[in-house]
């Protein structure tokens, strides 16, 4: 309680729940004597999607060869402290509540938003916890973001990009989003480019930082994997590791995978070698993101013959890899969505990419949240696109009328993380 006390009042530090800027966080990071600085070894992931993904294979990886990692995620799932991860362990309750106390008190009730206030106490409690690397995924394109206030790092990474996040774009193309999220890397570093989707974002990408004077690896030019019956080969220019198949649900997750491995082969300074690879891949939970529900309270309003899949993606992007993922399932079973959004996405988009592959979509609203899209608005949108749709009022309810229209239906879960996080607290 403590704490939602303390989040709700960082909350109303500034009128906007973003406002892209860097001058309010390097203001309150001078005030705490700019931590951010003391911070060494660190790798920023930006990008659209898989950011977490590739965060946490890292950090299992670096584990597993014996390092101690901060990790620093936006947003959380199921509880805020998700987004603090220190020297081996997620933060507690306690020191949370002790930290965001603390820079609350430095901060004097100046204007801030909740994100970068946030992002600048993680900057504080790292700087005190001895850790060899630490990892910070970017928030909000990330040329504006409030992680993008380190002077030196030892890689960027850039994830798979698409468009995202229009209503804080002039024009809403990709090439803004890929100017936002690229052009304002760290120079004289690494930049290590994922698998994207088209080799014409990847042009685009490679033109963007063609200036920087970071050295550049780049997947399908300088690493890449092929899957095996058994796995993946990873394949570099110093050869090939043939590794298993990860702890991670879809076939994508392995374009995320090889670039954090090609990462910690670039970054040789640190001794990692095959067998803490295989050990990773086997650890790495990625809660929200193709998750099969197979226990929990859930499951009491379904049949053991349902299969439950959760997964928070909310752009084209995560759709499209979403739906290849669905075509790779039971092909006699149909498949149920039940479907949330946040106000601000391109519903549409989205939703199109599932035509076809659905026998039928719930809308529903996401609890605990505020700009959601009502159900009601979602269900139209989803009508005109061709796709047989209605709405229910919970995520109980939903269940229920899946179950009863088909005990043997694949039921899947998806469009925000923040349903994600409220789907797993209730189960």
Do not use: W
């Not at 950090?59 to 597993?64: M, V």
């Not at 076809?356 to 700009?371: E, G, T």
């Amino acid at each position: 309680m403590k704490i939602k006390k303390i989040l709700s009042r960082l909350l109303r530090l500034h009128p906007k729940s973003i406002d892209l800027s860097l001058h309010r966080i390097q203001r309150l990071l001078k005030s705490l004597n700019n931590p951010e600085k003391k911070l060494q070894n660190c790798i920023q992931v930006i990008g659209t999607n898989g950011k977490f993904s590739i965060c946490s294979t890292l950090r299992e990886i670096y584990e597993a060869a014996g390092y101690k990692v901060n990790m620093h995620i936006s947003p959380s799932v199921r509880k805020f402290n998700e987004r603090y991860y220190f020297s081996g362990e997620q933060i507690n309750d306690s020191k949370l509540h002790k930290l965001l106390s603390e820079v609350e008190k430095v901060n004097r009730g100046q204007p801030i938003t909740f994100h970068e206030i946030v992002t600048a106490a993680f900057f504080l409690e790292a700087a005190r916890t001895k850790a060899h690397i630490n990892i910070l995924e970017a928030g909000l394109f990330f040329r504006l973001d409030a992680s993008n206030v380190l002077d030196k790092n030892i890689a960027s990474i850039i994830s798979p990009i698409g468009m995202d996040h229009k209503d804080f774009l002039k024009e809403g193309t990709v090439d803004e989003v890929i100017f936002e999220k690229c052009s304002k890397l760290l120079n004289g570093s690494k930049i290590i480019v994922s698998e994207q989707t088209s080799l014409e974002i990847l042009n685009k990408i490679n033109k963007t930082i063609q200036l920087n004077t970071s050295k550049k690896i780049i997947s399908g030019k300088d690493f890449k994997y092929e899957k095996t019956s058994n796995g993946f080969d990873f394949i570099d220019n110093s050869g090939s590791l043939s590794l298993p198949k990860p702890n991670m649900l879809g076939d994508f997750q392995y374009g995320n995978i090889s670039t954090a491995i090609a990462t910690v082969k670039e970054l040789d300074q640190f001794k990692v070698n095959q067998s803490h690879i295989v050990t990773a891949l086997s650890k790495i939970k990625t809660e929200g993101r193709l998750q099969k529900i197979s226990t929990g309270k859930l499951r009491s309003y379904i049949s053991d013959n349902n299969e439950l899949i959760l997964d928070g993606g909310h752009n084209a992007l995560a759709a499209s890899v979403l739906a290849k993922y669905l075509d790779t399932l039971n092909k006699n079973k149909k498949i149920y969505m039940i479907l949330g959004m946040m106000a601000n996405k391109d519903h549409a988009e989205f939703i199109s990419q599932f035509k076809n592959k659905l026998r039928l979509i719930i809308a529903v609203d996401i609890p605990n949240q505020k700009n959601f899209i009502k159900k009601e608005k979602l269900n139209q949108i989803i009508e005109t696109i061709g796709i047989k749709s209605k709405t229910e009022s919970s995520i109980q309810s939903s269940l229920q009328f899946i179950v009863k229209e088909d005990a043997n239906a694949i039921i899947f879960i998806c469009g925000s993380l923040y349903l994600c996080g409220e789907v797993l607290n209730l189960n």
